[in-house]
């Protein structure tokens, strides 16, 4: 029986096994599910299905499931978990800022696929049952996901790092150098002037989800500090 508190689940996956076995142990932990095998119909049925999850594999015939994820973040903020045949792809997954939520490679157990879109779903609720007027930063370190109330910011791990050292120490100056410690781990040389960079663009993509939200300040010829 369908209510309000049933989580709809839609998986877009050309390979019908693979499909069904989802569909299958999605039904049996409780989701309402949805299934479709070609790409060019997924965002008419995100629209049309409203789901709460959307299970979505990267190679599909009609389009594939990176640009499906780009069109359906420009109207929703439904979670998202990217389905790959490769390992190596997910790095340069991450690296395109597509707003997924999780990523899972082949071949997966059902299971986990299950699990992850439970805690998909845990996280996301979490969030989103925040006032939305609370312009309050919230931080997800092991998934390098940030977000201002329930809006994601999409960021580049470099960029995450610098806006989570400075969110440990609010009201603190940090310094150039601290911070460029912080956020290369590989301690490649760089210009200090790096940092300056990577502030505007953090800068520019907090004002972009949340206008008055503003709480990196310049501290001149010291560094940066981080007061919401
Ligand atoms: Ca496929």
């Not at 206008?211 to 940066?224: A, E, K, N, Q």
């Amino acid at each position: 029986m369908m209510n309000d508190a049933t989580p709809r689940a839609l998986i877009v996956e050309d390979e019908p096994k693979l499909a069904q076995l989802l569909v299958d142990y999605l039904t049996r932990e409780g989701f309402a599910c949805e299934s479709l095998a070609d790409g060019r119909d997924a965002i008419a049925r995100i629209r049309a299905f409203d789901p709460s999850i959307v299970l979505l594999d990267l190679m599909l015939p009609g389009q594939d499931g990176l640009t499906i994820c780009r069109e359906l973040r420009t109207f929703s903020t439904v979670p998202v978990i990217m389905l790959t045949a490769r390992i190596d792809e997910i790095d340069r997954l991450l690296g395109l800022e597509l707003g997924a939520d999780d990523y899972l490679c082949k071949p997966y157990s059902p299971r986990e696929v299950v699990a992850r879109a439970r805690a998909v779903l845990r996280r996301t609720r979490q969030w989103s049952s925040a006032p939305a007027s609370a312009a309050t930063l919230m931080l997800d370190r092991d998934r390098f996901e940030a977000r201002i109330g329930d809006r994601a910011i999409a960021l580049t791990p470099v960029e995450f790092r610098l806006l989570a050292t400075l969110h440990e120490r609010p009201g603190h100056v940090l310094s150039r150098t601290r911070l460029l410690d912080a956020i290369y781990l590989d301690h490649r040389i760089v210009s200090d002037r790096t940092v300056d960079s990577h502030i505007k663009n953090l800068r520019r993509k907090l004002a972009e989800t949340a206008p008055d939200f503003d709480p990196i300040t310049s501290v001149y010829g010291v560094g940066y500090r981080y007061e919401e």
